[in-house]
């Protein structure tokens, strides 16, 4: 018997089993039974992604602000259910007529039917409403997150750079790079701004990305429910290092955010540690501060005051450098300062600036400065 699409003509009218089909049972039953290891297989596998969730730390579905990551999450839950409810539904029926009304040996052409007026005035006002009752509480979110800050609040100035990030709190005299602190339970207002092309800034735990352009200022806020160290990272493609543009949201106790502060404000002093090597520390202020990174950076309290790359005043007193792609450390320092393109591709500071004996030295400066 022939399985083409179309029926032979003169075949029995549909709904009425030929001979042929009834006897061949084996079919039905074996198309069930991938059927139902497909479906199996995509449960297990649903599970399996449920189950990896907590380990990301930058999921969005599990938010630490009190005000804007929760507004983000319950509009996300009211459109998933009734989404999951159409999804079911629609997909249900179609699985039903696939299996339903598949082409079975011996059945002919189907009834032809043109238009169906009601049906059409139905399945376009359904989407109508369903798209209505998405709209209404989106826009409602929209405009609380877009507003400014309200007064009273941590005020920080996000600015965007390839391929790193500024941070400046111009109501407390600090500048920083990359890493940020902020206190628990007080909101924090953000203006952003880029130095070059459009950026995103992101804290997914604290609520949505809002880019980072440049000649134009965007608004954020939120409110920070409790302390530790919160991921985030550039999340609009501004080229070479985007992957690389990382950044770290550190929400202290207010006790321990006023005493960062107070450390941040103060000019750069190195406080060697145990493994300090005071002559090495020495010679490498004398070239960090005379040599060509005056040009570029700023350290508070000696001869460099450049504005190209990050603020290094505390540069010691970062979990990590970069833009949160290396540790921290005297190793990672003289391998960066070496050749920083080769660790970060595209990097806009300059491989050889120093030699390998002198990056030693310009390390054990940097890293003392906490
Ligand atoms: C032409 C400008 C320029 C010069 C000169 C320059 N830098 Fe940089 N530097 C940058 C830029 C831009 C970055 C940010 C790179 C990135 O993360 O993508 C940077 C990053 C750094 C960082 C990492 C900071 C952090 O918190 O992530 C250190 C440390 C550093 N520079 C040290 C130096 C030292 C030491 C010198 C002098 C030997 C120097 N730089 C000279 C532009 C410069
Ligand atoms: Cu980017």
């Not at 009601?118 to 109508?128: S, V």
């Not at 490498?284 to 005056?294: D, F, N, P, R």
Request: net charge neutral; charged share 15%; aromatic share 8%.
């Amino acid at each position: 018997m022939s399985m083409t699409c179309l029926p032979p003509a003169g075949a029995a009218p549909r709904g009425l089993p030929s001979v042929s089909a009834a006897a061949r049972p084996e079919r039905p039953r074996a198309r069930r039974v991938v059927l139902l290891a497909g479906l199996l297989a995509l449960l297990g596998l649903t599970a399996l992604l449920a189950g990896c969730a907590s380990q990301y730390p930058q999921t969005t579905l599990d938010p630490h602000s009190t005000d804007f990551g929760p507004d983000i999450q319950n509009l996300f839950v009211l459109i998933f259910w009734p989404a999951v409810l159409v999804f079911v539904v629609v997909e249900g029926a179609l699985l039903y007529t696939i299996v339903r009304y598949r082409q079975r040996p011996g059945h002919g052409r189907p009834r032809q039917i043109h238009g169906n007026t009601r049906l059409e005035i139905a399945w376009t006002i359904a989407p109508a409403v369903v798209l209505a009752f998405i709209a209404v509480p989106t826009v409602k979110t929209i405009f609380v997150t877009q507003a400014n800050v309200a007064p009273g609040s941590v005020q920080i100035h996000v600015i965007g750079h390839q391929w790193w990030w500024e941070f400046q709190y111009p109501e407390l005299g600090v500048v920083t790079a990359n890493e940020f602190h902020v206190p628990a339970g007080q909101t924090v207002g953000f203006t952003e701004t880029s130095a070059d092309v459009i950026h995103s800034f992101w804290v997914p735990a604290m609520g949505g990305k809002r880019d980072v352009v440049p000649n134009h200022q965007n608004y954020l806020w939120f409110t920070p429910a409790q302390t530790g160290t919160f991921l985030g990272q550039c999340a609009e493609y501004c080229l070479d290092a985007h992957a690389d543009m990382r950044l770290r949201m550190i929400v202290d106790t207010p006790q321990d955010f006023q005493a960062w502060v107070d450390r941040q404000k103060q000019n750069a002093q190195p406080q060697p540690d145990a493994q300090t090597n005071m002559d090495l520390l020495k010679k490498g202020e004398q070239l960090v501060t005379t040599g060509a990174c005056v040009g570029c950076h700023t350290i508070q309290g000696t001869p460099a005051n450049g504005k190209v790359g990050p603020n290094l005043t505390h540069v010691g007193s970062r979990q990590t450098i970069a833009a949160g792609i290396l540790e921290n450390n005297r190793d990672n320092i003289a391998r960066w300062v070496r050749n920083p393109p080769a660790i970060k591709p595209g990097a806009k500071m300059p491989a050889n600036l120093v030699s390998e004996d002198d990056a030693r030295a310009v390390a054990e400066y940097l890293y003392s400065l906490k």
